[in-house]
């Protein structure tokens, strides 16, 4: 092999790993900066702590699917996005 066709595929090899990097680069969304929590779309059982109303302290008591007083941590700017998403507080993610 000549040496113009192995520097042709060595070049070859690296603009490909170049596109295959940009294509990916976006695919996985960055760690969030903040976070958010959206009531109303919790299911039953799988809420984030304590209901907004009070009626009970702890994480996983929700009783219903998506009660307007049970929340979960989304992303900050995700909770809107969702359908029923109600924000009721923000809150910076851990570094």
Do not use: R
């Amino acid at each position: 092999m000549s040496n113009k066709v192995m520097a042709k595929a060595a070049i070859s090899s690296v603009l490909a790993l170049g596109v295959l990097a940009a294509s990916t680069a976006h695919a996985v969304p960055e760690q969030p900066t903040a976070w958010e929590k959206c009531a109303g779309i919790a299911k039953a059982g799988k809420n984030d702590c304590g209901a907004l109303n009070g009626s009970h302290g702890c994480a996983g008591q929700a009783t219903v699917d998506n009660d307007d007083n049970e929340w979960v941590y989304v992303p900050k700017g995700t909770c809107e996005k969702i359908t029923g998403g109600i924000v009721k507080a923000e809150k910076p993610a851990k570094k």
